[in-house]
Nanobody, 120 residues
Framework: QVQLVESGGGLVQPGGSLRLSCAAS????????MGWYRQAPGKQRELVAL???????NYADSAKDRFTISRDNAKNTVFLQMNRLEPEDTAVYYC??????????????WGQGTQVTVSS
């Protein structure tokens, strides 16, 4: 029922920028906490950024000062603006929602992921 669809990934050179988008449906978006996670080959999935319903945000140390998470509740969409990208940022980036549906209490949902590759 809940769907999270990421977009915006691709190949970018070091120092470049990308903006990821995650369009959510089937969830009460305005009260959901939304997050971006990433997973590089052979590594654990890790939190990149988290934004709460009120707009406050948390970032991984590696993302602070380079990445910005934001949300547009009218469009049920969360964004991740990534600047000054580094090869170490290469990973599959996943959107996550923690929230409620009309028929279910609080649960966690994942998107399918979008590949970000930073390489010269």
């Amino acid at each position: 029922q809940v769907q999270l669809v990421e977009s915006g990934g691709g190949l970018v050179q070091p120092g470049g920028s990308l903006r990821l988008s995650c369009a959510a449906s089937g969830i009460i978006f305005s009260t959901a906490a939304m997050g971006w996670y990433r997973q590089a080959p052979g590594k654990q999935r890790e939190l990149v950024a988290l934004i709460f319903s009120g707009g406050s945000a948390n970032y991984a140390d590696s993302a602070k000062d380079r990445f910005t998470i934001s949300r547009d509740n009218a469009k049920n969409t969360v964004f991740l603006q990534m600047n000054r990208l580094e090869p170490e940022d290469t990973a599959v980036y996943y959107c996550n929602a923690l929230g409620r549906t009309l028929l279910r209490g609080t649960a966690s949902y994942w998107g399918q992921g979008t590949q970000v590759t930073v390489s010269s």
